[in-house]
């Protein structure tokens, strides 16, 4: 338990409305958005400034309290949840959401760790810039959080990961002092870059609080169309063609597959199927169309009729106005949702050096039809930077809570085992954008460089020697 004299201390330094401690309220915070774990906390500290966050972290330091910052709860592995012992405090960010500061001259904007992705979009759309992150959460994810878990999403081929977009960050340590580095400086060769340590780090090493992010010019428009093709292998060569006819331009390139696409189909209203043949798989493309650039719909319409022309492409449609754009990407982006309708899952966030994205599916396919028979793989994502989401789902009309359920359930650790020893075969990494968390501790240590393993212990152990840094996150206890 927390004592009562450290639960008082934490109060006092948070001052009123900065904390939460009725179980009702509380328990929101114990859950994960996949339901896989179940803590326990007496306190969410939910401080204002990063001065209140640096007195929290102080006094956890004193008491050896276990501390676990928490942004929108929208991981997939279990990052933001606290342990089963009661004894670790929640650190929500969700207070600290101001803007505090937007350059449209410099491409950069400072924001608080607490602001949704969405937010960050908006504040840097009000100034005719663009914040190129997108992901399927933005309406609830936080800034801190995909700091945290660098995450990645549909714009990664154009923008790169959430790491590629930090200029500077403002982090309060283990011990409670606070890095200042929020400068907006596009060249600083001063020594070790040590922000990056803490992108990605998921808490373990300290608490992000604010961040300088890069923006860029905003498009005026884009070109959006939905590309059947014959399967990843003919999605990865149209991939190849697409980036050598339109380069830069492409800000995203999307795999999904028949079953994903059915799964939307059964599962979401207003879904309409794109193609009337029910073609193996389909990608989304979208190119950037600046006004500078007229003729970039003609030539995309003309590249597009000579790939169907020429039977690399099976059909393709260009959405007509911001509507159709809109659907295609509310289908993309709902098919998670649409998987979870479906029933039960085993998910895998892998990615793999592109040209060997097919020899990956094929294989997988293979080696799955004997460990999962009837199981169907719904592998979608994003193919244009590597990534898929090479999901299985149980046999048709498998109900929910049923043995068959279950027994599906328990062939997991057999077929994340299998997968995750193919990625690293063919040279790829088992978890591109979801991080580790609590769930893939033990991947990690399968599959992580052991050099770079003992690495990251040693930074761990420098930087927080107590351990109270999300404890039992990323690295073991
Ligand atoms: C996505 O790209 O849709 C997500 O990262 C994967 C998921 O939600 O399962
Ligand atoms: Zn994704």
């Not at 927390?2 to 639960?7: D, F, T």
């Not at 009309?397 to 997991?412: D, I, K, M, Q, V």
């Not at 995750?420 to 790829?428: C, F, K, R, S, W």
Request: charged fraction near 20%; glycine fraction near 10%; aromatic fraction near 6%.
């Amino acid at each position: 338990m927390i004592s009562g004299a450290a639960l008082a201390a934490l109060k006092a330094a948070l001052g009123p409305g900065g904390w939460l401690d009725v179980p009702a309220d509380v328990e929101p915070y114990t859950v994960d958005f996949r339901r896989l774990y179940h803590g326990r906390t007496t306190l969410v500290a939910r401080p204002d400034s990063v001065e209140k966050v640096a007195a929290v972290v102080r006094i956890c330091h004193a008491e050896r309290l276990g501390i676990v910052p928490h942004g929108g709860n929208t991981s997939y592995c279990g990052g933001a949840t606290p342990d089963e012992s009661g004894t670790e405090v929640v650190l929500s960010l969700a207070r600290m959401n101001r803007v505090r500061s937007v350059d449209p001259v410099g491409y950069s904007m400072v924001l608080e760790a607490g602001c949704t992705l969405h937010a960050a979009q908006a504040a840097a759309s009000a100034v005719g810039r663009l914040f190129p992150l997108s992901l399927g959460s933005e309406a609830s994810c936080q800034v801190g959080g995909n700091l945290s878990t660098n995450a990645g999403g549909t714009a990664v081929l154009r923008y790169g990961m959430m790491r590629d977009l930090v200029l500077g960050l403002e982090v309060v340590l283990p011990d409670g002092r606070v890095l200042d580095q929020l400068r907006s400086l596009r060249k600083d060769n001063t020594g070790y870059d040590v922000k990056q340590l803490f992108l990605g780090a998921e808490g373990t090493l300290g608490v992000i609080t604010a961040a300088c992010l890069k923006l860029f010019p905003a498009p005026d428009d884009y070109l959006t169309a939905l590309v059947a093709v014959g399967g990843m292998a003919e999605a990865v060569e149209l991939l190849g063609r697409t980036r050598s006819a339109f380069g830069d331009s492409i800000e995203a390139f999307e795999y999904l597959p028949r079953a994903a696409l059915e799964l939307a189909r059964t599962h979401l209203a207003g879904v309409i199927a794109p193609f009337d043949a029910p073609h193996p798989g389909c990608v989304l493309i979208e190119l950037a169309a600046p006004r500078t650039l007229p003729e970039l719909g003609a030539r995309f319409e003309e590249y597009l009729g000579a790939e169907v022309e020429a039977g690399r492409a099976l059909d393709a449609v260009l959405a007509a106005s911001g509507q159709q754009r809109d659907a295609l990407w509310f289908l993309r982006e709902h098919i998670p949702e649409a998987q979870v309708r479906e029933g039960a899952s085993i998910k895998h966030d892998v990615s793999l050096p592109i040209a060997r994205l097919a020899e990956f599916v094929g294989t997988a396919e293979r080696r799955l039809a004997e460990l999962a028979p009837g199981a169907r793989v719904v592998g979608y994502g994003h193919v244009g930077d590597g990534n898929l989401h090479f999901n299985l789902s149980p046999a048709p009309g498998t109900l929910r809570g049923s043995p068959a359920e279950a027994s599906f359930l328990g062939l997991a650790p057999v077929v994340n085992r299998a997968m995750h020893d193919l990625v690293a075969e063919l040279g790829g990494s088992f978890s591109a954008e979801h991080g580790i968390g609590r769930l893939k501790i033990a991947e990690l240590e399968r599959y992580e460089d052991p050099v770079a393993l003992s690495l990251m212990r040693s930074i761990k152990d420098a930087l927080d020697p107590q351990g109270i840094m999300n404890p039992g996150k990323v690295l073991r206890r």
